[in-house]
């Protein structure tokens, strides 16, 4: 059975840091895509940050280029999101996605994940 957690959000003041973990099971975490997600109140989910198994390359969307740094421990099947810099519009909540053996360009469209975390809630204050 696969299972995809996210910790570690929180609520933080503009121009905080936190920093997320995604750990999955029952998947080959090594041979899998893994990306993040966001959901903002009132907004469709976007990609955040994505990092394709193939390469170590990885994606960032425009609002959060600079910002976040995406890392990947596959000893541990564990996804990071350190997120600095952070502002009022990056609250929302932050999903932890997996997709087994895709290596394709489009790591940052949701649907092409398989499996996905139930979410950690991210605020940011002003």
């Known amino acids: 059975q696969v299972q995809v957690a996210e910790s570690g959000g929180g609520l933080v003041q503009a121009g905080g840091s936190l920093r997320l973990s995604c750990t999955a099971s029952?998947?080959?975490?090594?041979?899998?895509?893994m990306g993040w997600f966001r959901r903002a109140p009132g907004k469709r989910r976007e990609g955040v940050s994505c990092m394709p198994f193939i390469g170590w390359r990885t994606y960032y969307a425009d609002s959060v280029q600079g910002r976040f740094t995406i890392a990947r421990d596959n000893a541990k099947n564990t996804l990071y999101l350190q997120m600095n810099s952070l502002q009022p519009e990056d609250t929302g909540v932050y999903y932890c996605?997996?997709?087994?053996?895709?290596?394709?360009?489009?790591?940052?469209?949701?649907?092409?994940?398989?499996?996905w975390g139930q979410g950690t809630q991210v605020t940011v204050s002003s």
């Open positions: 996605a997996a997709s087994p053996e895709y290596y394709g360009s489009g790591c940052l469209t949701d649907d092409n994940y398989n499996y």
């Open positions: 029952g998947l080959p975490f090594d041979r899998s895509a």
